[in-house]
């Protein structure tokens, strides 16, 4: 994204996006334990320490000394639940919800790190302010 409002605009909704998404670890943390691969310890305390992950980061990419890193934390955060991602899918009989919604959010997080990625780069000095 050339344009520097449209990459600030893009920011605040990865933010938004992430703080919501931690906090509904907090709000319904069953939903989050249910998708849990069986081989991952303490299902509760991981939950949510990925859900304070996430709103930690969400904050992270607007800040701009704190952009960079946070970008690279979400980046490693969607590597690491991507195998209860996958856990859910192969188990959607045992979930509420629907199969073929499972199965998309597996590519989506590619999307995801993509879009993360992007705020990984140092930003041109012109655009600095932003």
């Known amino acids: 994204m050339k344009n520097p409002k449209a990459t600030k605009i893009s920011r605040a909704i990865m933010a938004i996006f992430y703080i919501i998404a931690g906090c509904m670890h907090f709000i319904i ?3 989050y334990i249910k998708i849990m691969p069986p081989y991952v310890p303490m299902h509760h305390e991981m939950v949510f320490v990925s859900g304070l992950a996430e709103i930690i980061l969400g904050f992270g990419v607007m800040g701009r000394k704190s952009r960079r890193i946070s970008a690279w934390g979400i980046i490693i955060l969607l590597v690491a639940v991507f195998p209860a991602n ?10 509420n919800t629907p199969e073929w919604l499972l199965l998309i959010r597996l590519p989506f997080q590619g999307v995801l790190i993509y879009w993360a990625y992007y705020f990984t780069h140092k930003e041109d000095h012109k655009h600095k302010k932003s």
């Open 86 to 95: 996958v856990h859910a899918y192969l188990n959607s009989d045992t979930m």
């Open 29 to 31: 943390p069953d939903f």
